[in-house]
């Protein structure tokens, strides 16, 4: 019994040590599997950690990534990837043809209970019947589900088991069948991988892994196995009796420790490799930098998923070729030596070098490579890890530029930067310093900005400056006056704004600094010119109308007054016209000088325009300021001027108001003041008038507000076209000539009375609106001749012309213009001025009468007789007529002496081919006279009053351009005896000289100048 029983035993010692070792190699098979899942799912959970971060779904990318796991995954034979809710995209079969499915489609089939109890980034495995997209699949395939980012997507895979598990799953041992598996998931998934036979016996062995979210059963059944020997070996074993048993018992017992003992080493072992590979899995392929182990020649062996997403490459893309081929050539030299200093012992070596992307881009990138090593210590290969520092390259690029370009503005520019520390020491200044301060940067380091740039602490500027600072307040263009390294005086703006660091801490200021002292001068300059007189300094009319604005304004304010002077030299322009201009200018000087010294520092004195003055006498009532000008007046009267030997003296008529006055502003004032002025002149010049405006009814102030009054229609008349032009005949004495009528001026009130003239005439030139009136009259007079020419009345109009037009370019230019618009002709026209008036620029007036008769017009020099140098300007100007002036017509019948006179001037001008007009004819017994001295037109009231109606003056006076003198006369007497047609007589209409066109009859004394100053035109109505 005892060696039967021993026999036995033996058998099935060794029949139990046989299927131990198959146990043991099954636990192994089921730890490769569970290795390679593991494998499996890092490789599927980095491709889902790219797909959840890479933003928006692009074809592109989702077949790049596709490809790549098909082909580093052996186990995986398809690849779909979805991204996006309801989004249509198209997975690539790597071995098929491209399929289109949406997200919605997949969720269905997947189930949702399966989706929501799966975290993101794990694997799920699901039989094919579960995901109904194709039918026709082996029952060794399974499809694997991974879903990411919440659900947002999935990567799906087709995962075949036999690729899987690999050859020799199936053969455990040696001699032993192949056996029978049966594979069963847990959660009421089961798969049957084989079909069991009805002869395996039933010695069966189960293992559970644990894969893609489900439990794996793995059954093995093997067949009947047979073991060598026979029984004859029980009577052996019962020979040896108990040492045998002794010995089975030690062998079992230690087979099985020895069982146990690998077992749990090889499923730790299992687990710790599984570990590692996820983790290196993980760490590699979601690294951001590009991670690649290379041959110690630099063949590629395996590179990270991080070559992909930067250059654009799959490990078949760089598989077999050299990390040389994808580096810059300038590069690759130093790409060598860092790989040679590794393969030569470095432990490390640090290269950058540029590497070209998929897209042909050069990447710039910083690697890192050091050595791998065998268990010996051999070096086997070189593992590089790259950063991409292409976007860090550009920027230092470009930083590199911006500070080369900073330095470059900086050298070159005028201005000069600067920056200061907290402490407002100078921790920058750019070499600009030099040619504004004479300082060097290298002088301004270490200084404050206060004690660089200011000379003393009690600076306004500094003051500002420093408050402004200890505020941390920025500051622009703060202009201040300082000293260079030499001394010189220089004007600086400043400007500056605070500096703070990443804690809001004040760090210093940073600004700019410019030298604006030739600027600064030239803004005093241009500031004292468009401001003062040039010639006596004193402030300009411009200036001195701010002022008086702001001195009313002020008077308003506090209730205080004072007075407006205007004062004009008497008889100025005879010291010009005898001595020159220069002495004309020592004189105005003079009299400036006198101003200034007889007033207070707060009054304001200004020369306004030639010979004219003004002052603001402030806080004075009207007594005190007579006394003050009484006072200058007889200065004024004992000053002598001295020039080449002459001692020249003037006086002056001032005109003084009273300031502030209701309804008046400064030009209103100064007017009024003006008008007194002449009120002073009136009555005898060197004296002061005072207006006392609306609070006396005296007979001047009436005077002044009427001639604003007619001031305020000339300029409605003006714009609105509403003046009227009144002719006045001058008759020729003889035979072939043609009656010439001089075209007036005349104004109308509100009741429709004209006005005098030289009411608005006078006031327009001293309002400088006597130009604008000039043009006006000039064009309308050849507007109408125009017209008349056309009816078949050729008429001649002979135009006044003031002295401020006389010699103007701008007229002759608009003369010319009207002449072309209205198609008038010229040789029609003849332009009078006044001695006077031709006597202020000899030159001007010649070239002026010049080009009048270049356009065919005529010229004629208006009261003749009356000045110093009549005869003169016959000589010198191409005078077509002469007009005597009236003051030598007038008692032309009782006085020898102007009889004597106006005869000299008539065969004068016979001898020089000049034609002579007499004017102010008012009796017969003149018109006798005047035909006995062959003078050869005459015009006064005893011929024509001048009227509106032209047509009926031609009609009188142009009998078909053929009627003798004596009928012409005889029609003149008839025609003064009739009523004056159109023509109202102008109330009070004194006859006085005014500024542009002649109108009311003259009483100046015979053979006398004029007493007004002098203004280039007149008003007559005679």
Request: proline residues 3%; glycine residues 6%; neutral net charge.
């Given at each position: 019994?005892?060696?039967?029983?021993?026999?036995?035993?033996?058998?099935?010692?060794?029949?139990?040590?046989?299927?131990?070792?198959?146990?043991?190699?099954?636990?192994?098979?089921?730890?490769?599997?569970?290795?390679?899942?593991s494998?499996?799912?890092?490789?599927?959970?980095?491709?889902?950690?790219?797909?959840?971060?890479?933003?928006?779904?692009?074809?592109?990318?989702?077949?790049?990534?596709?490809?790549?796991?098909?082909?580093?995954?052996?186990?995986?034979?398809?690849?779909?990837?979805?991204?996006g809710?309801?989004?249509?995209?198209?997975?690539?079969?790597?071995?098929?043809?491209?399929?289109?499915?949406?997200?919605?489609?997949?969720?269905?089939?997947?189930?949702?209970?399966?989706?929501?109890?799966?975290?993101d980034?794990?694997l799920?495995?699901?039989?094919?019947?579960?995901?109904?997209v194709?039918?026709?699949?082996?029952?060794?395939?399974?499809?694997?589900?991974?879903?990411?980012?919440?659900?947002?997507?999935?990567?799906?895979?087709?995962?075949?088991?036999?690729?899987?598990?690999?050859?020799?799953?199936?053969?455990?041992?040696?001699?032993?069948?192949?056996?029978?598996?049966?594979?069963?998931?847990?959660?009421?998934?089961?798969?049957?991988?084989?079909?069991?036979?009805?002869?395996?016996?039933?010695?069966?062995h189960?293992?559970?892994?644990?894969?893609?979210?489900?439990?794996?059963?793995?059954?093995?059944?093997?067949?009947?196995?047979?073991?060598?020997?026979?029984?004859?070996?029980?009577?052996?074993?019962?020979?040896?009796g108990?040492?045998?048993?002794?010995?089975l018992?030690?062998?079992?017992?230690?087979?099985?420790?020895?069982?146990?003992?690998?077992?749990?080493?090889?499923?730790?072992?299992?687990?710790?490799?599984?570990?590692?590979?996820?983790?290196?899995?993980l760490i590699?392929?979601?690294?951001?930098?590009?991670?690649?182990?290379?041959?110690?020649?630099?063949?590629?062996?395996?590179?990270?998923?991080?070559?992909?997403?930067?250059?654009?490459?799959?490990?078949?893309?760089?598989?077999?070729?050299?990390?040389?081929?994808?580096?810059?050539?300038?590069?690759?030299?130093?790409?060598?030596?860092?790989?040679?200093?590794?393969v030569?012992?470095?432990?490390?070596?640090?290269?950058?070098?540029?590497?070209?992307?998929?897209?042909?881009?050069?990447?710039?990138?910083?690697?890192?490579?050091?050595?791998?090593?065998?268990?010996?210590?051999?070096?086997?290969?070189?593992?590089?890890?790259?950063?991409?520092?292409?976007?860090?390259?550009?920027?230092?690029?470009?930083?590199?530029?911006?500070?080369?370009?900073?330095?470059?503005?900086?050298?070159?520019?005028?201005?000069?930067?600067?920056?200061?520390?907290?402490?407002?020491?100078?921790?920058?200044?750019?070499?600009?310093?030099?040619?504004?301060?004479?300082?060097?940067?290298?002088?301004?380091?270490?200084?404050?900005?206060?004690?660089?740039?200011?000379?003393?602490g009690?600076?306004?500027?500094?003051?500002?400056?420093?408050?402004?600072?200890?505020?941390?307040?920025?500051?622009?263009?703060?202009?201040?006056?300082?000293?260079?390294k030499?001394?010189?005086?220089?004007?600086?703006?400043?400007?500056g704004?605070?500096?703070?660091?990443?804690?809001?801490?004040?760090?210093?200021?940073?600004?700019?600094?410019?030298?604006?002292?030739?600027?600064?001068?030239?803004?005093?300059?241009?500031?004292?010119?468009?401001?003062?007189?040039?010639?006596?300094?004193?402030?300009?009319?411009?200036?001195?109308?701010?002022?008086?604005?702001?001195?009313?304004?002020?008077?308003?304010?506090?209730?205080?007054?004072?007075?407006?002077?205007?004062?004009d030299?008497?008889?100025?322009?005879?010291?010009?016209?005898?001595?020159?201009?220069?002495?004309?200018?020592?004189?105005?000087?003079?009299?400036?000088?006198?101003?200034?010294?007889?007033?207070?520092?707060?009054?304001?004195?200004?020369?306004?325009?030639?010979?004219?003055?003004?002052?603001?006498?402030?806080?004075?009532?009207?007594?005190?300021?007579?006394?003050?000008?009484?006072?200058?007046?007889?200065?004024?009267?004992?000053?002598?001027?001295?020039?080449?030997?002459?001692?020249?003296?003037?006086t002056?008529?001032v005109?003084?108001?009273?300031?502030?006055?209701?309804?008046?502003?400064?030009?209103?004032?100064?007017?009024?003041?003006d008008?007194?002025m002449?009120?002073?002149?009136?009555?005898?010049?060197?004296?002061?008038?005072?207006?006392?405006?609306?609070?006396?009814?005296?007979?001047?102030?009436?005077?002044?507000?009427?001639?604003?009054?007619?001031?305020?229609?000339?300029?409605?008349?003006?714009?609105?076209?509403?003046?009227?032009?009144?002719?006045?005949?001058?008759?020729?004495?003889?035979?072939?000539?043609?009656?010439?009528?001089?075209?007036?001026?005349?104004?109308?009130?509100?009741?429709?009375?004209?006005?005098?003239?030289?009411?608005?005439?006078?006031?327009?030139?001293?309002?400088?609106?006597?130009?604008?009136?000039d043009?006006?009259?000039?064009?309308?007079?050849?507007?109408?001749?125009?017209?008349?020419?056309?009816?078949?009345?050729?008429?001649?109009?002979?135009?006044?012309?003031?002295?401020?037009?006389?010699g103007?370019?701008?007229?002759?230019?608009?003369?010319?213009?009207?002449?072309?618009?209205?198609k008038?002709?010229?040789?029609?026209?003849?332009?009078?001025?006044?001695?006077?008036?031709?006597?202020?620029?000899i030159?001007?007036?010649?070239?002026?009468?010049?080009?009048?008769?270049?356009?065919?017009?005529?010229?004629?020099?208006?009261?003749?007789?009356?000045?110093?140098?009549?005869?003169?300007?016959?000589?010198?100007?191409?005078?077509?007529?002469?007009?005597?002036?009236g003051?030598?017509?007038?008692?032309?019948d009782?006085?020898?002496?102007?009889?004597?006179?106006?005869?000299?001037?008539?065969?004068?001008?016979?001898?020089?081919?000049?034609?002579?007009?007499?004017?102010?004819?008012?009796?017969?017994?003149?018109?006798?006279?005047?035909?006995?001295?062959?003078?050869?037109?005459?015009?006064?009231?005893?011929?024509?009053?001048?009227?509106e109606?032209?047509?009926?003056?031609?009609?009188?006076?142009?009998?078909?351009?053929?009627?003798?003198?004596?009928?012409?006369?005889?029609?003149?007497?008839?025609?003064?005896?009739?009523?004056?047609k159109?023509?109202?007589t102008?109330?009070?209409?004194?006859?006085?000289?005014?500024?542009?066109?002649?109108?009311?009859?003259?009483?100046?004394?015979?053979?006398?100048?004029?007493?007004?100053?002098?203004?280039?035109?007149?008003?007559?109505?005679?």
């Amino acid at each position: 019994m005892l060696s039967v029983w021993g026999g036995v035993l033996v058998q099935q010692q060794a029949r139990a040590g046989r299927l131990n070792q198959l146990i043991i190699s099954s636990e192994k098979k089921a730890a490769d599997v569970s290795v390679k899942w593991s494998l499996l799912n890092g490789a599927l959970q980095s491709y889902s950690l790219m797909m959840a971060d890479g933003g928006a779904p692009n074809v592109d990318r989702l077949s790049q990534i596709a490809a790549s796991m098909t082909n580093d995954n052996p186990a995986i034979e398809h690849t779909w990837i979805f991204k996006g809710n309801a989004r249509q995209l198209r997975p690539i079969l790597v071995h098929g043809e491209a399929e289109i499915f949406d997200a919605a489609q997949i969720a269905k089939h997947i189930g949702t209970s399966v989706a929501s109890r799966t975290p993101d980034n794990k694997l799920v495995v699901l039989p094919f019947t579960k995901l109904n997209v194709d039918k026709n699949l082996p029952e060794h395939f399974v499809w694997g589900v991974m879903p990411f980012a919440k659900h947002n997507g999935w990567v799906v895979v087709l995962i075949d088991l036999h690729e899987l598990m690999g050859e020799g799953f199936m053969k455990l041992a040696e001699g032993a069948a192949a056996p029978d598996v049966t594979i069963e998931m847990s959660n009421g998934l089961e798969q049957h991988v084989f079909t069991k036979p009805a002869n395996y016996e039933e010695y069966d062995h189960k293992n559970t892994v644990t894969i893609g979210g489900v439990e794996w059963h793995f059954n093995w059944s093997f067949r009947n196995i047979s073991f060598a020997g026979s029984y004859g070996w029980g009577l052996f074993v019962s020979m040896i009796g108990l040492m045998v048993t002794l010995v089975l018992v030690w062998t079992l017992w230690s087979q099985f420790s020895v069982a146990r003992r690998v077992r749990s080493e090889v499923i730790t072992r299992t687990k710790e490799l599984e570990q590692a590979s996820r983790r290196f899995r993980l760490i590699t392929d979601n690294a951001y930098d590009l991670i690649a182990i290379t041959t110690l020649t630099g063949d590629f062996e395996y590179i990270n998923s991080a070559y992909n997403r930067v250059l654009g490459f799959s490990k078949q893309n760089v598989s077999g070729r050299n990390v040389s081929d994808f580096v810059h050539a300038d590069d690759t030299v130093y790409l060598r030596q860092a790989i040679e200093a590794v393969v030569n012992g470095r432990p490390v070596s640090e290269v950058s070098f540029r590497m070209q992307s998929k897209k042909n881009e050069w990447v710039y990138l910083e690697a890192v490579a050091k050595g791998i090593f065998d268990n010996s210590w051999n070096l086997t290969g070189i593992v590089m890890h790259c950063r991409d520092v292409t976007a860090r390259k550009k920027y230092a690029d470009e930083l590199a530029r911006s500070e080369k370009r900073f330095k470059d503005f900086a050298d070159s520019s005028a201005d000069w930067l600067w920056e200061v520390n907290k402490n407002f020491v100078f921790s920058y200044v750019s070499p600009g310093v030099k040619s504004t301060l004479g300082y060097t940067p290298e002088d301004m380091m270490g200084r404050t900005m206060f004690d660089a740039l200011f000379a003393s602490g009690d600076d306004a500027a500094r003051e500002l400056l420093e408050g402004l600072a200890k505020r941390h307040k920025p500051y622009r263009e703060l202009e201040f006056w300082t000293r260079t390294k030499m001394g010189e005086r220089v004007c600086l703006r400043l400007s500056g704004i605070p500096v703070f660091d990443d804690e809001g801490n004040f760090d210093g200021y940073r600004g700019a600094a410019t030298n604006i002292t030739s600027s600064k001068v030239d803004r005093e300059n241009m500031l004292r010119l468009a401001t003062t007189d040039h010639l006596t300094g004193l402030l300009n009319r411009n200036r001195f109308m701010e002022e008086l604005e702001h001195t009313i304004a002020l008077a308003r304010r506090h209730n205080t007054q004072g007075v407006v002077l205007f004062i004009d030299l008497d008889r100025f322009k005879a010291v010009n016209d005898t001595h020159g201009h220069e002495a004309g200018d020592e004189v105005i000087r003079s009299i400036a000088n006198i101003l200034k010294k007889s007033v207070r520092s707060t009054d304001v004195v200004s020369r306004l325009a030639g010979d004219e003055f003004a002052v603001i006498m402030h806080n004075v009532d009207t007594k005190q300021a007579q006394e003050k000008v009484n006072e200058i007046i007889d200065r004024v009267n004992k000053m002598r001027v001295e020039y080449k030997g002459a001692k020249l003296q003037v006086t002056m008529s001032v005109g003084m108001i009273g300031y502030p006055q209701s309804g008046k502003d400064a030009s209103q004032l100064l007017t009024s003041a003006d008008l007194a002025m002449y009120r002073a002149k009136d009555m005898g010049r060197n004296r002061l008038y005072i207006d006392e405006g609306l609070l006396t009814s005296s007979k001047t102030s009436a005077t002044v507000r009427e001639q604003l009054e007619w001031i305020d229609r000339l300029r409605t008349a003006l714009d609105e076209d509403k003046f009227e032009m009144h002719y006045q005949p001058i008759v020729p004495c003889g035979k072939d000539k043609h009656t010439i009528y001089e075209a007036l001026i005349r104004l109308r009130d509100e009741d429709g009375n004209l006005g005098a003239p030289a009411l608005f005439i006078d006031a327009a030139e001293h309002f400088g609106m006597i130009r604008d009136l000039d043009r006006a009259v000039v064009e309308r007079c050849i507007k109408k001749q125009a017209e008349l020419e056309k009816s078949g009345k050729p008429v001649v109009f002979s135009i006044n012309l003031s002295g401020m037009s006389f010699g103007d370019d701008e007229l002759l230019q608009s003369m010319k213009k009207y002449f072309k618009k209205y198609k008038a002709d010229p040789t029609k026209f003849i332009f009078e001025v006044t001695e006077t008036a031709a006597m202020r620029d000899i030159d001007e007036a010649r070239e002026f009468v010049s080009e009048l008769k270049k356009m065919g017009s005529k010229f004629a020099l208006d009261d003749f007789g009356v000045g110093f140098s009549s005869f003169f300007y016959i000589k010198h100007l191409e005078v077509d007529y002469i007009k005597i002036d009236g003051s030598y017509i007038k008692n032309l019948d009782s006085s020898a002496e102007d009889r004597l006179f106006v005869k000299s001037l008539v065969d004068l001008a016979s001898g020089l081919e000049i034609e002579t007009v007499a004017e102010f004819v008012e009796n017969q017994a003149i018109l006798d006279e005047l035909e006995r001295m062959n003078v050869t037109y005459v015009q006064g009231y005893h011929l024509s009053r001048p009227e509106e109606d032209i047509d009926g003056l031609f009609t009188t006076f142009d009998n078909q351009q053929a009627t003798a003198v004596a009928t012409q006369i005889a029609a003149a007497k008839n025609a003064a005896s009739q009523p004056v047609k159109k023509v109202a007589t102008a109330k009070k209409a004194a006859p006085k000289k005014a500024a542009t066109i002649k109108t009311a009859p003259k009483k100046a004394a015979p053979k006398k100048p004029a007493t007004k100053k002098a203004t280039g035109s007149k008003a007559k109505n005679s």
